[in-house]
C-alpha cells in the first residue's frame, strides 16, 4: 500500500498527499532508510530535532536510536505496512496524520505537515518519538535499570 502510494505518487500528475507524505515516511523508516526519512521533514523540523536531541546528533543519527529495532523488519516482512491504520485531518495548509497498528506506526502515532506551493512536508518526526530525541525515554530506561539492579542486591 506504501509502496504502491509512492509509485503513484511518483508519476502522477498531482503531488502526494498529507497520507502518502506520512505513508512514504513511514516506509523509508521501516526500512532503515533514515536519511529518506528526514528527507520528507522541513529543514526547520530536522533543525529542531537535532537542536532537541543529544549533541552533535544528527537527524538521521537519533531516527536510528530512537526507532525500536525490531520494528525495522521490513526486509523481511514488507506486508507489515498493508496493516498500518492512517487517519488524517486536514485544515487549510495543515494536517496531521494519526498512525498506528505496525511497530514503526506505534512508536512514530502522528506526524504534522504543512502545504507549500502545493507539496506537503513533515513539521514533526512524530508524537511518539520525542521523549526518545529529547533523551527522556534513555534517562527512564536507566533509572529503571538501576532500580531494578539494586532491588535485586537486596
Not at 16 to 33: D, K, R
Not at 47 to 73: G, W, Y
Not at 87 to 92: H, L, P
Request: charged fraction near 15%; hydrophobic fraction near 35%; charge should be positive.
Amino acid at each position: 500500500m506504501v509502496g504502491l502510494a509512492a509509485s503513484l505518487s511518483a508519476c502522477g500528475n498531482y503531488p502526494p498527499s498529507p497520507t502518502q507524505v506520512t505513508e512514504n515516511y513511514l516506509y523509508a523508516v521501516s526500512e532503515g532508510q533514515f536519511a529518506s526519512a528526514c528527507s520528507y521533514l522541513t529543514a526547520p523540523s530536522r533543525a529542531a530535532m537535532a537542536a532537541s536531541s543529544r549533541p552533535d546528533e544528527s537527524c538521521t543519527q537519533a531516527l536510528a536510536r530512537c526507532v525500536p529495532k525490531n520494528a525495522i523488519k521490513l526486509s523481511q516482512d514488507q506486508t507489515q505496512l498493508l496493516y498500518a491504520g492512517v487517519n488524517s485531518s486536514i485544515t487549510g495548509r495543515h494536517a496531521t496524520v494519526a498512525v498506528q497498528g505496525t511497530a514503526v506506526a506505534d512508536s512514530i502515532r502522528s506526524v504534522s505537515l504543512t502545504s507549500r506551493k502545493g507539496n506537503w512536508h513533515l513539521t514533526s518526526y512524530g508524537s511518539g518519538l520525542v521523549a526518545c530525541v529529547r533523551g527522556l525515554a534513555s534517562s527512564r530506561r536507566h533509572r529503571a535499570h538501576h532500580r531494578a539492579r539494586h532491588l535485586r542486591r537486596k
